[in-house]
């Protein structure tokens, strides 16, 4: 009888875990963005001690609008609620320092739900201890009912000399002490057309700096002043591109790591390979490329440096052509993919929808046996016609020479 017992309670855990499964109450994942495992869709910065501010601990986050599950509500509006809590807890205190953030994120726009590019963005302003915690920043999806959680990561405010490096646009200079600037710093630089200012601590340690890695090797020292005690330097010059990097800020062996990283990155540009597929669109040669054996990092400049020649803005490391290009690389992927082709980027359309955008106008007619003809018309300053036809009924459409 006991062991019948058993039994039956071991079937009603394992069905109820089964269930709540199902009902997503025990989907979770756990993500970790300190260094090379970032996740742009959920992420976070933390400021140390600000001194413009009241509070000892700033921490913003960032949630992508597609990691959330938006349902229609009434009056044409899409609506996601979500909880951020961000945990604090350390040996010196018997319970963990709790925050909670619910917040209803609207939106009238159902593109703007699936967006790769919005982001609602809030943060944590806290007078906590000068202890050191161990940090866990958990997102959870009402609507799905999912969790996302940021792997455990270390908040210093005990050391005196702990810091981590902070960007923000060199706009928000003269709006350090605005309560605004607290959702707009970031703990990487973000590689985007914009400029940014890196702001250290005051201090002889920050009187000069060094940024390098293996290509690159800057030593800044032209501080800005604002008023407010900080360390601040103009990057407008350096060539960072996206990857890792290693600033030294005394005349010691110390050493601080931060990244370069592209936010809104094209999903087309995180595949090297298919990234370097697709030149062939536009350069004739990129034998050097698909015969290299270098390593990624080496890949990498080598990549950046290609395009430089069609650099609109070439003083500052991010190039708009480039980025324009993979934006459509990633419409045409998806746009124009067919049974026989799954990545659109490699068909006929996608090649002219690459080098010249999106047409002026789309005529879409059949022929006498039912295939499909396409005729992209670009007016505009061009006065050019493409002719697509399906000759396989498959959705494949070829160029008509």
């Known amino acids: 009888m006991k062991n019948l017992k058993l039994i039956a309670l071991f079937f009603f855990i394992l069905i109820n875990f089964l269930l709540a499964q199902?009902?997503?109450?025990?989907?979770?994942?756990?993500?970790?963005?300190?260094?090379?495992?970032?996740?742009?869709?959920?992420?976070?910065?933390?400021?140390?001690?600000?001194?413009?501010?009241?509070?000892?601990?700033?921490?913003?986050?960032?949630?992508?609008?597609?990691?959330?599950?938006?349902?229609?509500?009434?009056?044409?509006?899409?609506k996601a609620k979500v909880k951020v809590i961000l945990e604090l807890s350390s040996s010196d205190i018997l319970a963990p320092i709790r925050n909670i953030d619910e917040v209803v994120i609207k939106s009238t726009d159902f593109n703007q739900t699936i967006s790769k590019d919005a982001y609602f963005i809030s943060n944590f302003s806290l007078n906590v201890p000068n202890k050191k915690f161990k940090a866990t920043l958990t997102l959870f999806d009402e609507t799905r009912n999912k969790e996302i959680s940021i792997k455990n990561f270390d908040i210093d405010l005990n050391d005196t000399s702990s810091f981590e490096p902070v960007f923000i646009k060199a706009d928000d200079i003269n709006?350090?002490?605005?309560?605004?600037?607290?959702?707009?710093?970031?703990?990487?630089?973000?590689?985007?057309?914009?400029?940014?200012?890196?702001?250290?601590?005051?201090?002889?340690?920050?009187?000069?700096?060094?940024?390098?890695?293996?290509?690159?090797?800057?030593?800044?020292?032209?501080?800005?002043?604002?008023?407010?005690?900080?360390?601040?330097?103009?990057?407008?010059?350096?060539?960072?591109?996206?990857?890792?990097?290693?600033?030294k800020y005394s005349s010691s062996t110390k050493t601080k790591t931060f990244f370069v990283r592209w936010i809104s990155k094209p999903e087309y540009l995180k595949n090297p390979e298919r990234a370097i597929k697709i030149l062939k669109y536009l350069f004739e040669n990129t034998n050097d490329f698909e015969k290299s054996t270098g390593n990624q990092k080496e890949m990498v400049r080598k990549f950046y440096s290609l395009w430089k020649k069609f650099d609109p803005t070439p003083k500052t490391p991010f190039n708009e052509l480039m980025a324009e290009f993979y934006r459509r690389a990633d419409f045409a992927s998806n746009e124009f993919r067919s049974v026989s082709q799954p990545d659109g980027a490699l068909t006929d359309r996608g090649k002219i929808y690459l080098i010249y955008g999106k047409p002026d106008s789309v005529e879409r007619s059949f022929s006498k046996d039912g295939r499909a003809i396409e005729i992209w018309t670009y007016n505009s300053s061009r006065n050019l016609k493409f002719t697509f036809f399906d000759e396989n009924k498959n959705g494949n459409f070829i160029l008509q020479q």
Request: glycine content about 4%; hydrophobic content about 35%; proline content about 4%.
């Open 175 to 247: 709006h350090l002490n605005s309560e605004n600037l607290k959702n707009r710093f970031y703990n990487f630089l973000p590689f985007s057309p914009e400029k940014y200012l890196l702001v250290l601590p005051d201090g002889e340690d920050f009187s000069s700096i060094e940024i390098k890695d293996d290509f690159v090797n800057y030593k800044l020292s032209n501080k800005i002043s604002t008023g407010f005690r900080y360390s601040i330097f103009d990057l407008d010059t350096l060539d960072l591109i996206e990857g890792e990097y290693q600033l």
């Open 22 to 78: 199902r009902m997503g109450r025990f989907s979770s994942d756990e993500i970790e963005h300190r260094h090379k495992g970032f996740d742009e869709r959920f992420f976070y910065s933390i400021w140390l001690n600000p001194v413009q501010y009241e509070e000892n601990l700033i921490l913003n986050y960032h949630i992508r609008y597609d990691l959330l599950l938006f349902e229609k509500a009434p009056g044409d509006t899409f």
